[in-house]
Every structure is written in C-alpha cells, then in structure tokens.
C-alpha cells in the first residue's frame, strides 16, 4: 500500500512539473521568428503565417488561413523588409494585400510564412539597427548590421559558387 502511495505521488509531482515546462511561453523574435511559426505547423498543416496590421501593434499567427492566436508584436511599423536578387542587390518589398472576414482590404505592417518543409519565405528584415536574414533554407536566421555587410556576404558566396 505504501509502494502505490509513494508512486502516485511521484507520478503527480512529475506530471505537474511536464505541465508546467509546457506552460512557458515561446516569446517571439526576429531570431526565432522560423522555430516559432513551426510550432503551429502540426498535423495536416501546411503553413503558419504571421501577420501584422496597420501599426505593426499587434499580429496575428494563422495556420493555412485560419487566425488561431493574437501575440503583442515585438517590433514596431519602422520595420523594412528586401528581397535579394544576385543581381540587383537588395530590393524593397512592395505591402501585401490583405482581405478581413468582411472582405475589407487592411494595411499590412509586416508578413512572414513558414512552410511545412522548414522552409520560409526568403526575405530580409531591416530593424533596429540590424538586418536579418530569412534567405538560408533550414538555417537559422542571420543576423547583420547592415545592409551593404549583407549584400558583401551574399556577392562573396556567390564567387565562391562560381569558382
């Protein structure tokens, strides 16, 4: 009788202690922005996206379309985002468009997709002083302090390739 008290104790204090791991939030950023949009991907999913309106004040994580949580956004409307073209260098990335519910057309501030495959959309993220680098296929994100070190890095591992 002992032996079943002493294990249901341990087997309550080890699941409250799992209960309580799960419960610590995964507080996004630019540097984990990919690892935090694949925890969403789960099941049949094939994308998480998130999306931040007008004032970049709040954003949204939807799962293949679906709005399935609001978080506080970590940045703020300053926020610049390029694509990169070998050939051109870094381009500014015209504003997405986006339908609400009532089919009303809203100003979006920032969006970024994560894909099933790890993969993401291949973007460059200027803010606060640093440029992020959402390029590298199932890499972590880079991170630069500018954009001409950026580009340096890219025209170098481009000669690099063609050699």
Same mark, same amino acid.
């Given at each position: 009788m002992i032996v079943? #008290?002493?294990?249901?104790? #341990?087997y309550t204090l080890a699941v409250v202690q799992l209960q309580? +791991? $799960?419960?610590? &939030?995964?507080?996004p950023s630019f540097l984990?922005? &990919?690892?935090y949009l694949s925890s969403f991907i789960e099941g049949d999913a094939k994308s998480a996206r998130l999306l931040c309106l007008d004032d970049c004040s709040e954003c949204g994580v939807y799962v293949d379309g679906e709005k399935v949580t609001t978080i506080e956004s970590f940045f703020?409307?300053? #926020?610049?985002? !390029?694509?990169y073209d070998f050939l051109l260098g870094a381009l500014a990335v015209q504003d997405a468009v986006y339908f609400n519910e009532e089919a009303v057309q809203e100003s979006v501030c920032f969006s970024f997709e994560m894909y099933r495959n790890n993969v993401s959309e291949q973007l460059? +993220?200027? !803010?606060?002083?640093?440029i992020y680098d959402f390029i590298p296929y199932f890499e972590k994100t880079l991170v630069y302090d500018s954009l001409e070190e950026l580009i340096?890095? $890219?025209? &170098?591992?481009?000669?690099? +390739?063609?050699q």
């Open positions: 079943i #008290v002493i294990m249901g104790i #341990v309580n +791991v $799960k419960d610590e &939030k995964f507080v984990n922005l &990919k690892e703020d409307e300053s #926020v610049a985002v !390029y694509r460059l +993220v200027a !803010y606060d002083d640093k340096e890095q $890219k025209e &170098k591992t481009v000669q690099e +390739v063609m």
